[in-house]
């Protein structure tokens, strides 16, 4: 069975671009959540979405959205990018959205902003 | 905030038993105690979780004191494969915020 896909693995954008990242989970799961992790650093939450409804948001700007679609597949975008935000962005599914639900994580999604 | 507090690093040798600690002396009974690792470059991998008994799986073992105030996981067999950054978390298991909060982890290093 196919494992929490995400795409693409890799990106260069400049700063003031927008991206957008995107998510498919375990068949089955309903749940997506996204994660940036900064180089040494561990990942830092950002969105939680179940069943196409936004269920938890990190401390992040309003330039960080993201949406589930009813197949369950998500996408996150970032508008006018910082340098700051080259990171790791880390998509996890699970088939509910309670702590009792293990989350899975994909590869990740490597974006570098310069 | 990450609520555990994890030792930085440590290092085993390949085929001994690898036990990291973690302290997580503010946990609320509605938490579980989890646990990830990170292969370098790659995403975070769940290896066991559990509530107040201790858990055992093809991976693991995770031993969780009676106050719940802290745990081990035991890696039985150390391989090489097994360097990794392993975070232990606590999370709530009811409600819809079911955030996984990692703190920097421990690396462990396994030496031949």
């Known amino acids: 069975d196919a494992g929490v896909t995400q795409s693409p693995t890799h990106l260069i954008k400049t700063r003031g671009q927008h991206v957008t990242l995107r998510c498919s989970p375990i068949?089955?799961?309903?749940?997506v959540s996204w994660y940036q992790q900064v180089l040494g650093q561990g990942p830092q939450f950002i969105f939680q979405y179940y069943e196409k409804e936004e269920r938890g948001r990190g401390n992040f700007p309003d330039r960080f959205s993201a949406r589930q679609f009813p197949n369950y597949s998500s996408e996150l975008n970032v508008n006018a990018l910082l340098l700051g935000d080259s990171a790791l962005y880390l998509c996890a599914s699970s088939l509910g959205d309670s702590g009792a639900n293990v989350l899975t994580f994909g590869a990740g999604s490597r974006l570098t902003v310069l | 905030d990450a609520k555990t507090t994890q030792p930085p690093s440590m290092d085993c040798a390949e085929g001994r038993a690898a036990n990291l600690p973690c302290n997580h002396s503010?946990?609320?009974?509605?938490?579980?105690v989890y646990w990830y690792r990170q292969i370098h470059s790659q995403g975070p991998q769940y290896i066991i979780h559990g509530l107040k008994n201790n858990e055992t799986n093809e991976m693991a073992s995770l031993i969780i004191t009676e106050d719940r105030k802290s745990s081990t996981l035991i890696l039985p067999h150390a391989t090489l494969r097994d360097t990794a950054v392993y975070y232990c978390i606590v999370r709530p298991y009811t409600g819809a915020n079911s955030k996984l909060t990692f703190g920097k982890g421990i690396t462990l290093s396994v030496r031949p």
């Open positions: 068949s089955g799961h309903k749940s």
């Open positions: 503010t946990i609320s009974g509605n938490e579980y």
